[in-house]
């Protein structure tokens, strides 16, 4: 039995007199792939920036593992286990993609342990960065300059360096942007295998992507959810037919 991991209560955020996020709510279960799609502006960042703390919401509430964690910062919702990939890229292009990762395991580190450089707390994110790197398939370019790498390897970088952090969440903004059809074959089986340890919520334009790997799909406009159900039952809504997909040719 699948488990919710994160769960949004009538998320609503203002900004002036816009309701950029308008009263959304949405469960992310373990084992499940959440795309939230809709047209520019609907308000898929704005959302994204409120579960990852980014941002405060005027109401609602979000709760991480069964803990009320709205109003905290990002990086202390980072530690109670929320991963978030950015679109746009966090990577050191100087440093190699071992040093990257091995940077972002070091951050879930205790402040005391890190400047004591304590043996084990070494060890330990040393561990956690070399199955993050597994994980992500880029284990074999260990040593490669990250600023040398492809641009969808940089992409799977950013994975690697998000599950350093050791996440049961994940919110990824676009990973498939800007990739050939080869490289987004690759993201796809990449997401697919880390899917049943997670919960992910995806953002992303790409709708051969999000159908392939959706189990759960929101609709939004405007800040408002207009749908909300399987692939097959958002395909058929009319509402959604003509707000939003129809304009992309999907079939
Ligand atoms: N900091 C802000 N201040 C004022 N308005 C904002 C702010 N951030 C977003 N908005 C507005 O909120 C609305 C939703 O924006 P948002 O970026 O969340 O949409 P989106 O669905 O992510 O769009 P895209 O697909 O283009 O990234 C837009 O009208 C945007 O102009």
Same mark, same amino acid.
């Given at each position: 039995? &699948?488990?919710?991991?994160?769960?949004?209560?009538?998320?609503?955020?203002?900004?002036?007199?816009?309701?950029?996020?308008?009263?959304? &709510?949405?469960?992310?279960?373990?084992?499940?792939?959440?795309?939230?799609?809709?047209?520019?502006?609907?308000?898929?960042?704005?959302?994204?920036?409120?579960? &990852?703390?980014?941002?405060?919401?005027?109401?609602?509430?979000?709760?991480?593992?069964?803990?009320?964690?709205?109003?905290?910062?990002?990086?202390?919702?980072?530690?109670?286990?929320?991963?978030?990939?950015?679109?746009?890229?966090?990577?050191?292009?100087?440093?190699?993609?071992?040093?990257?990762?091995?940077?972002?395991?070091?951050?879930?580190?205790?402040?005391?342990?890190?400047?004591?450089?304590?043996?084990?707390?070494?060890?330990?994110?040393?561990?956690?960065?070399?199955?993050?790197?597994?994980?992500?398939?880029?284990? &074999?370019?260990?040593?490669?300059?990250?600023?040398?790498?492809?641009?969808?390897?940089?992409?799977?970088?950013?994975?690697?360096?998000?599950?350093?952090?050791?996440?049961?969440?994940?919110?990824?903004?676009?990973?498939?942007?800007?990739?050939?059809?080869?490289?987004?074959?690759?993201?796809?089986?990449?997401?697919?295998?880390?899917?049943?340890?997670?919960?992910?919520?995806? #953002?992303?334009?790409?709708?051969?992507?999000?159908?392939?790997?959706?189990?759960?799909?929101?609709?939004?406009?405007?800040?408002? #959810?207009?749908?909300?159900?399987?692939?097959?039952? #958002?395909?058929?809504?009319?509402?959604?037919?003509?707000?939003?997909?129809?304009?992309?040719?999907?079939?």
């Amino acid at each position: 039995m &699948s488990e919710v991991l994160l769960s949004a209560k009538n998320l609503t955020k203002r900004f002036g007199g816009l309701a950029a996020v308008n009263d959304v &709510s949405l469960n992310l279960w373990r084992d499940r792939i959440h795309a939230v799609i809709g047209p520019n502006g609907a308000g898929k960042s704005t959302l994204t920036n409120l579960l &990852s703390g980014d941002i405060a919401p005027t109401s609602g509430n979000v709760t991480l593992g069964g803990q009320d964690v709205t109003g905290w910062n990002p990086e202390r919702i980072s530690r109670a286990g929320l991963g978030r990939s950015y679109q746009k890229t966090n990577i050191f292009l100087p440093f190699t993609v071992w040093e990257n990762v091995r940077l972002a395991a070091q951050s879930r580190t205790p402040h005391a342990a890190r400047w004591l450089s304590l043996a084990s707390s070494v060890r330990e994110s040393n561990e956690r960065a070399e199955k993050a790197l597994e994980l992500a398939g880029l284990t &074999s370019r260990r040593d490669s300059i990250a600023g040398a790498a492809s641009h969808g390897e940089q992409r799977q970088l950013e994975i690697a360096m998000t599950l350093a952090t050791d996440p049961q969440v994940l919110l990824l903004d676009e990973p498939l942007a800007g990739m050939g059809t080869a490289e987004a074959e690759r993201m796809v089986q990449l997401l697919l295998k880390l899917k049943p340890q997670h919960a992910m919520m995806l #953002v992303e334009h790409d709708m051969d992507a999000v159908f392939a790997l959706a189990d759960h799909l929101t609709v939004m406009v405007n800040g408002q #959810v207009i749908a909300s159900g399987t692939p097959s039952q #958002v395909r058929n809504d009319a509402a959604v037919q003509s707000a939003y997909l129809g304009e992309e040719e999907h079939g």
